[in-house]
């Protein structure tokens, strides 16, 4: 099973202005992105990392030069949509590596959860404050997330025992933010 990750969006928009340049870049990436069995994977190689990363600015720079015809056949606002999506599949490229390898339980692996896990939910919260920002002023959002996700401090419990800390989650990430303007239900 494949994660559809942010790029492939941003693929799939790319499609509208340049359908074979989209597919070219689409068959490029399938050998790049991880696998993922019942959601769990590790980093990838080495090789495999440095081909997503490439992909992902191979994306980019087709978005900016289709840009004009993209706009014209959608909205500014699906671009912009489209490039977050891109930018998503960045900070994805930035976490994953690292992600202790699938299985690994010992202190070091838990340690590097807790980097993971803070790369992750801070890329999450950031998410959260530019779709906010594109509400505008009086705008509003409503997000859903995991329990621990929407926590506003640091992940607890015993399974985090081996671990040197405990990771910030999402939510903390989003009080910092919008302190008091923030709900968490």
């Known amino acids: 099973r494949r994660v559809l990750f942010r790029s492939d969006s941003a693929v799939m928009f790319l499609s509208r202005a340049d359908p074979a340049g989209a597919q070219k870049i689409r068959e490029s990436l399938s050998d790049a992105l991880p696998r993922t069995d019942a959601g769990e994977f590790g980093s990838l190689t080495a090789a495999a990392q440095t081909e997503f990363e490439k992909n992902i600015k191979v994306i980019a720079v ?5 840009r004009k ?20 599949a960045r900070q994805f490229a930035k976490c994953l590596p690292l992600t202790p390898p ?8 838990w340690n590097a959860w807790v980097v993971t896990f803070e790369c992750r939910d801070s890329a999450m919260a950031k998410n959260v404050q530019w779709a906010l920002e594109q509400e505008g ?3 509003r959002l409503l997000v859903f ?19 040197h800390s405990r990771p910030p989650m999402m939510g903390l990430f989003l009080r910092r933010m919008y302190g008091k303007d923030l709900y968490i239900i």
């Open 69 to 88: 015809n993209l706009i014209a056949r959608s909205s500014v606002e699906e671009y912009a949509w489209a490039l977050r999506n891109l930018e998503t």
């Open 102 to 109: 699938a299985g690994a339980t010992d202190a070091k692996a």
């Open 137 to 139: 002023q009086q705008g």
């Open 62 to 66: 087709a978005l900016q030069k289709n």
């Open 145 to 163: 997330a995991h329990n621990g996700h929407v926590m506003s401090w640091k992940e607890d419990g015993p399974r985090w025992s081996q671990a």
